[in-house]
């Protein structure tokens, strides 16, 4: 037997303080997870948790410290930010209750879910899947996940970003809807987790478009920050 052609390389995430590499599954997000976005976004904020994918190769992963770039996708005139707390799954489950939800949890790291913002609302209103808007290449950057033991009170944490230095985006984790343990019960009874997952947790409100030469700089309490030059 032998490959057809070269199977990818493993997407990994290094773990923060260590050598030790995350090796990536799927990328789940969720949508419209704290009120203050549902409302800009013009719903209630009063919805049952909804999800959508990413590849696990839409992530681009910057090492601690350093400042990574993603490149400005193709077809949007309104690329927008949208920083997430994520959570990395250790262990995986289905139908895994909100009280055992911990022990599947590894660890934490900051994200972007970054949006071509007029390609999804096209999609929203012709009732059509939301991959365009959501699911490209380089749609993910991410930060070196810090373990859970590590982490500090994440529910609880600071959660911002800044454009160019200046706030776009600040909010705290305790304000998520669906909190991190529920999220990942109602995730749960829709797919099986398995170890190696990534959960976009949902964005605060601020969401607003970036252009080339931005720069992001983004962060959660107890996981340092996350910074991205559009190029
Ligand atoms: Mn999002």
């Not at 529920?182 to 969401?207: K, N």
Request: aromatic letters at 8%; glycine letters at 10%.
């Amino acid at each position: 037997m032998s490959f057809t052609h070269t199977p990818p390389a493993p997407v990994t995430v290094p773990v923060a303080g260590s050598s030790d590499l995350f090796p990536v599954h799927r990328i789940y997000c969720v949508g419209r997870n704290y009120e203050e976005h549902a409302k800009e976004m013009g719903f209630t904020g009063r919805e049952a948790p909804f999800f959508f994918l990413k590849p696990a190769d839409a992530l681009v992963v910057i090492p601690d410290g350093s400042a990574g770039t993603m490149p400005y996708p193709s077809l949007t005139h309104n690329l927008h930010h949208e920083i997430e707390l994520v959570v990395a799954i250790g262990k995986g489950g289905k139908n895994i209750a909100a009280a055992d939800a911990a022990q599947h949890i590894f660890g934490y790291a900051i994200g972007l879910d970054m949006t071509r913002r007029d390609l999804q609302n096209d999609m929203k209103k012709a009732g059509r899947p939301w991959c365009i808007g959501k699911a490209f290449d380089h749609s993910a950057p991410i930060g070196p996940i810090t373990p859970a033991d590590q982490a500090g009170d994440i529910n609880h944490a600071e959660i911002y970003l800044q454009v160019g230095g200046q706030d776009r985006q600040r909010s705290t984790v305790a304000k998520l809807i669906w909190n991190i343990a529920e999220t990942i019960e109602h995730l749960s009874t829709a797919w099986e987790l398995q170890a190696g997952d990534l959960i976009y947790t949902g964005t605060p409100e601020g969401v607003a478009a970036v252009v080339r030469g931005d720069t992001l700089v983004g962060g959660v309490a107890g996981l340092g920050t996350l910074s991205v030059q559009i190029i």
